[in-house]
């Protein structure tokens, strides 16, 4: 009889753990989106929302799952985290740990304790108080893909802060630098580091077009490796990933944001592709099995990886020596029609 999972979502994410898994286990997934693309995938799917905590602790309570993996999102990452202290799932952090990461105020104040670059960043709205200077970034305490997310160059722009009615939010300075990713797997028998290179066209807080392998500099990377590694001890990491973007401008690196779960719109295709190793596969295994060695040959191949608003935008990639288009959810929404992953 196989073992039975719970992917707390039915996501991309969850999709890609589907394709992978499915022969091995008893897939179930959950979720309120019948869109989403591991709806139809996954041996069972449970329409109810896992944002709350308690419902999604009866559930899996009732269900006797042997695992349960979350999905690319904060929120099923927290609700798994929560889940899993309390009837002792694999693969997680203690909850305290997981909200502290994923909490914008939180991780930015454990950081800046312990001296890891940060941009400066103030909690109040009358920031200057706290001697930061405009421009500054608003961002809500829990936000993804940009949203509500702000920049503030003038008093007008002032003005608009003193208005918004968010409760909790982080002010953080201005950084006018390169933006990029880096991917730590966790592993007591070898850890391993993607760097990705991120680009923001056409929302400039939401990631649009990246590029992998990065091309920053040897020096640089060792400075956001030796961070990941003191981020590890301090919330006691010792599986699964850690996840941070960070901005880079002249020799300096400031992390602006961090996760324990997947990045988005298939930055595991783009790491699969760019560098031979299955980032789902090695995700899903944090839940499911005892650590191995990452056993790989590293190819690094330049990919690039492309979100597209309609269909005009991938024949526009004719020219493409190899693409492929990946959607993200099983119907197209207005705006969300999916991802291109090609090389030139």
């Given at each position: 009889m196989k073992k039975k999972i719970l992917?707390?979502?039915?996501?991309?994410?969850?999709?890609?753990?589907?394709?992978?898994?499915k022969?091995?286990?008893h897939i179930s997934t959950c979720g309120i989106n019948k869109f989403d693309k591991a709806v139809g995938n996954s041996d069972k799917h449970y329409f109810f929302n896992y944002k709350n905590h308690n419902k999604l602790l009866k559930f899996c309570?009732?269900?006797?799952?042997?695992?349960?993996?979350?999905?690319?999102?904060?929120?099923?990452?927290?609700?798994?985290?929560?889940?899993?202290?309390?009837?002792?799932?694999?693969?997680?952090?203690?909850y305290k740990f997981s909200k502290n990461i994923l909490n914008k105020i939180s991780?930015?104040?454990?950081?800046?304790?312990?001296?890891?670059?940060v941009p400066k960043f103030s909690l109040k709205k009358n920031f200057y108080s706290d001697k930061i200077k405009m421009p500054v970034i608003f961002r809500p305490n829990f936000t993804y893909s940009g949203k509500n997310v702000f920049k503030i160059e003038n008093k007008k722009d002032f003005l608009k802060l003193k208005k918004n009615k968010t409760k909790k939010f982080i002010v953080s300075q201005f950084i006018n630098g390169t933006l990029h990713s880096c991917s730590m797997i966790i592993n007591q028998k070898g850890n391993r580091f993607f760097f990705v290179d991120e680009f923001c066209n056409e929302n400039p807080f939401r990631v649009d077009f990246s590029s992998c392998p990065s091309i920053i500099q040897k020096k640089t990377r060792r400075i956001v490796i030796k961070n990941l590694l003191k981020l590890t001890k301090i919330f006691k990491l010792t599986s699964g990933i850690l996840h941070i973007q960070f901005i880079k401008k002249n020799n300096k690196i400031y992390i602006i944001e961090a996760t324990r779960r997947c990045p988005g719109d298939f930055y595991?295709?783009?790491?699969q592709k760019s560098y031979n190793f299955d980032y789902y596969s090695n995700y899903s295994l944090n839940f499911t099995s005892p650590q191995s060695k990452l056993n790989y040959i590293e190819k690094r191949n330049l990919f690039f990886r492309k979100t597209l608003k309609n269909i005009k935008d991938y024949n526009s990639f004719g020219s493409s020596k190899e693409k492929k288009?990946?959607?993200?959810?099983?119907?197209?929404?207005?705006?969300?029609?999916?991802?291109?992953?090609?090389k030139k």
């Open positions: 992917i707390v979502g039915a996501g991309i994410t969850a999709n890609e753990i589907c394709k992978r898994l022969k091995k286990y309570k009732k269900g006797k799952f042997n695992f349960i993996i979350p999905d690319g999102n904060d929120i099923s990452y927290l609700s798994s985290s929560y889940v899993a202290e309390k009837l002792d799932y694999d693969g997680f952090e203690n991780f930015n104040t454990i950081c800046k304790k312990n001296n890891i670059s595991g295709i783009l790491i288009l990946f959607l993200s959810y099983n119907k197209i929404q207005k705006n969300k029609y999916g991802v291109i992953i090609f």
